[in-house]
C-alpha cells in the first residue's frame, strides 16, 4: 500500500500544476481517501500534534505548497513519505472548510 499511497499522492500533485485551489477542490475526493489512511498509520497518529499549529490557519493552496517543499527537501525517501502522511490530513480538513 505504501508504494501505492505515494503515487497516488504523486499523481494528484500532478494534476493540480498550475490550476491551483480549484485543481485541489476537483482532486477533493481523493485527498479525502488518502488522508483517511494517513490518519490510520502509526506515523501520523505519533506527530498528529506536532506542526499543527503552523498549518491552522492556511488555506489548501498553503498548506499543499508546504507539502511540496517538504517533499523536495527530504534528504531521504522515508522522510519525504513520513512529511505527506503528516500533511495530507490537514489539507483535506483544509478542503472540507
Do not use: W
Not at 28 to 46: C, E, G, N, P, V
Not at 69 to 97: G, M, N, Q, W
Amino acid at each position: 500500500m505504501k508504494d501505492d499511497f505515494v503515487n497516488q499522492v504523486l499523481e494528484i500533485l500532478g494534476c493540480v500544476g498550475d490550476g491551483g485551489e480549484e485543481a485541489l477542490k476537483a482532486n477533493a475526493d481523493k485527498i479525502h481517501a488518502l488522508a483517511d489512511y494517513s490518519r490510520k498509520t502509526a506515523i501520523f497518529i505519533q506527530s498528529k500534534d506536532l506542526g499543527t499549529e503552523a498549518l491552522k490557519d492556511l488555506s489548501p493552496i498553503e498548506i499543499y505548497t508546504h507539502m511540496i517543499i517538504k517533499i523536495i527537501e527530504s534528504p531521504t525517501s522515508i522522510h519525504r513519505d513520513a512529511s505527506v502522511l503528516c500533511i495530507i490530513p490537514h489539507l483535506s480538513d483544509a478542503l472540507k472548510e
